[in-house]
């Protein structure tokens, strides 16, 4: 079972102009809505460097550790990141 984030602590996915699409406040979560996220808004998070933050506040060192060698590509950057993030 993933372990949820504190109250308020929740991955906040935005478009690059700010906009709010969607939260998560587990490793499942984060999973879930990276595959099926606006791509704007998972290549604004993956170039930005966002992830590994959050994921290390989880506690999830070994995923931020996997993170750290990511190739980011427009074309597969979903896939990338949710092969990292399988559990």
């Known amino acids: 079972m993933a372990r949820d984030c504190a109250p308020g602590k929740e991955f906040v996915f935005k478009l690059p102009s700010g906009a709010v699409v969607g939260r998560a406040k587990n ?48 074309k597969t950057v979903r896939i990338a990141l949710l092969r990292v993030l399988k559990r």
């Open 27 to 74: 490793v499942d979560e984060l999973a879930a809505f990276i595959k099926n996220a606006p791509l704007e808004s998972v290549l604004y998070h993956a170039k930005g460097g966002h992830f590994a933050p959050w994921l290390n506040m989880l506690g999830e060192h070994k995923l931020v550790a996997a993170l750290k060698g990511l190739q980011i590509n427009d």
